[in-house]
């Protein structure tokens, strides 16, 4: 067969590719594909039937990044992702595409299309609202994260889950953009908003005092193989509808701080936040949706403290895990994490490589500057005073707090 060794696939290949290594369509049907790939990494293609209306999605991983051919990235996060949304698929059911088909010669995914959810960044730009999102993803991330833990899991059973998710060069991306360059931008790549300019040059790049806590949060992120974590869960990788919520794009997966996951969620809420707070011209519009988007934080930080609690005491299976007030303990050191990535996200994708549509997309240039400047204080805030994050209501007080 042609898919015997690796190649990059076009429209083309892919029909073929669908025919021979699927059961979705059979050897005559009439195929059309399209890439929709938006991504850095990936090439993704959607290949359907008309006459049938069947349809799948292919994820092929590219040698190097798209955004910078200086990046170069191992195929091997195609398996990563595979593998993530098969279990992240057994954890928490219902919140993850299913997965047709992984390759490992090809590299690539196959898996459930789905073309009747939107990407919620593009969604919450357009200022619609999801009730279910905070139910949805606080289940999706106390599921995934608590039940690969060491609080639930056999403990050697636990360190081969670790070896099989090592996952160094996507790390080394996110150690980069998230924890070093917006410091200080030895890299030259970050992108800053020029009227911001100086204000970045004084509260990121001078200031010593918050150098060193984001230091000691590099060195957690590097160092505390807690659990299972998807690693990039921003709104980008959400596919949403009013009644469902499915994580895509686990790619950068690997054992992690789970406050990672949950602190990339509320940095991407807070986006929206800012989005809607520069644009929408009506102002009761504007004060509902913006209510709606506080009201989402504080609902997905105080659900997963109230599901983490039930959930440990259902699964935790150490010994130690179970000493009065460890509970406790383990959730407030999950919670200063959090905070603390929700800080670092918020800079980083103000002044990093990576920006955000939220924010790069609003037109008044003052107003974005005022957000800008809005997140990274915050964001500093966030960071600096972890430790005082306890409910979702520290979040938003934080943010009201910056304005
Ligand atoms: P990348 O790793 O390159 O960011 P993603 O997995 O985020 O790739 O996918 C890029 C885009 O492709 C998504 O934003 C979405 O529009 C589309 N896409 C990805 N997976 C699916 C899917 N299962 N069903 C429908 N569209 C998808
Ligand atoms: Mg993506
Ligand atoms: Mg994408
Ligand atoms: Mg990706």
Excluded at 66 to 72: A, M
Excluded at 97 to 116: A, F, G, N, R, W
Excluded at 125 to 153: E, Q
Excluded at 222 to 242: C, P, V, Y
């Amino acid at each position: 067969s042609r898919f015997d060794t690796y190649f990059l696939m076009n429209t083309e290949d892919v029909k073929e590719y669908v025919k021979e290594k699927l059961d979705i369509f059979d050897a005559h049907a009439e195929l059309e594909a399209k890439e929709i790939g938006d991504g850095n990494l990936n090439y993704v293609y959607k290949v359907w039937e008309e006459a049938t209306g069947k349809s799948v999605i292919v994820k092929q991983a590219g040698p190097e990044a798209r955004i910078s051919s200086d990046i170069k990235v191992s195929t091997d996060r195609a398996r990563i992702e595979a593998e993530v949304l098969m279990k992240e698929g057994e954890l928490a059911p219902g919140f993850v595409p299913k997965v047709y088909k992984y390759d490992s010669v090809m590299s690539c995914c196959s898996m459930e299309d789905l073309s009747d959810h939107v990407i919620m960044r593009t969604a919450l730009i357009n200022h619609r609202k999801f009730p279910l999102f905070a139910d949805h993803i606080s289940t999706f991330m106390v599921n995934t994260l608590l039940l690969t833990s060491d609080v639930c899991m056999e403990h050697k059973e636990k360190k081969l889950e670790v070896k099989k998710y090592i996952n160094p060069e996507l790390c080394e991306i996110t150690e980069d953009l998230v924890y070093t360059e917006p410091y200080n931008d030895i890299a030259k790549r970050n992108n800053v908003f020029p009227p911001i300019k100086d204000f970045v040059q004084k509260e990121l790049y001078e200031d010593k005092k918050l150098h060193l806590e984001v230091a000691k949060c590099k060195f957690e992120f590097m160092n505390n193989a807690q659990a299972l974590i998807h690693g990039d869960l921003h709104t980008g990788s959400i596919f949403i509808t009013e009644e469902s919520t499915k994580v895509i794009d686990p790619e950068f997966a690997f054992y992690g701080p789970m406050g990672y996951d949950i602190g990339n969620v509320v940095a991407n809420l807070l986006f929206a936040w800012h989005n809607a707070n520069a644009t929408i011209e009506n102002e009761e519009e504007k004060a509902s949706y913006l209510k709606w988007l506080e009201d989402t934080v504080v609902d997905t930080i105080d659900l997963f403290i109230e599901k983490y609690n039930k959930l440990y005491d259902e699964k935790v299976s150490d010994y130690m895990a179970k000493t009065e007030g460890f509970k406790e303990w383990y959730l407030d050191t999950i919670l200063r994490d959090t905070a603390a990535v929700a800080g670092l996200e918020t800079i980083r994708r103000t002044v990093g490589l990576a920006n955000v549509k939220d924010i790069t997309s609003i037109k008044d240039e003052a107003k974005r500057a005022r957000a800008e400047k809005v997140c990274i204080l915050t964001g500093k805030d966030f960071i600096i005073n972890r430790d005082r994050f306890k409910t979702g209501k520290d979040f938003i007080d934080a943010l009201k707090k910056a304005l």
